[in-house]
């Protein structure tokens, strides 16, 4: 089992800019695919971002103002946002998808926007 540790959340501010960080307790150079959801209060888990092999896709709430990066020879993840909005208020999660499995799932991180 890979473990997730996901940091840089916290209180921002309206309009600023935050660096989320997902490292795994391995090498995630044999990442498949590297996500980021999150999940606003009282609403299902939705997708941010996900980068697959170099082809990323953004949600279009967040496309344009966000980056979705990893460094391999930190075995981490990035998801860098700009312009933050009250609707980006939510736990934020990493997932990693290994070649051949297995994929895990962080525990989450609290981003809240402040106005």
């Known amino acids: 089992q890979v473990q997730l540790v996901e940091s840089g959340g916290g209180l921002v501010p309206l309009g600023g800019s935050l660096r989320l960080s997902c490292t795994a307790s391995r090498s995630i150079i044999s990442v498949y695919t590297a996500g980021w959801y999150r999940q606003p209060p009282g609403k299902q888990r939705e997708l941010v971002a996900i980068d697959s092999r170099g082809n990323t896709i953004y949600a279009d709430s967040v496309k344009g103002r966000s980056t979705i990066s990893r460094d391999n020879a930190k075995n981490t993840v990035y998801l860098e946002m700009n312009e933050l909005r009250p609707e980006d208020t939510a736990v934020y999660y990493c997932?990693?998808?290994?070649?051949?499995?297995?994929?895990?799932w962080g525990e989450g991180v609290q981003v809240t926007v402040s106005s």
């Open positions: 997932h990693l998808l290994f070649s051949g499995g297995p994929d895990s």
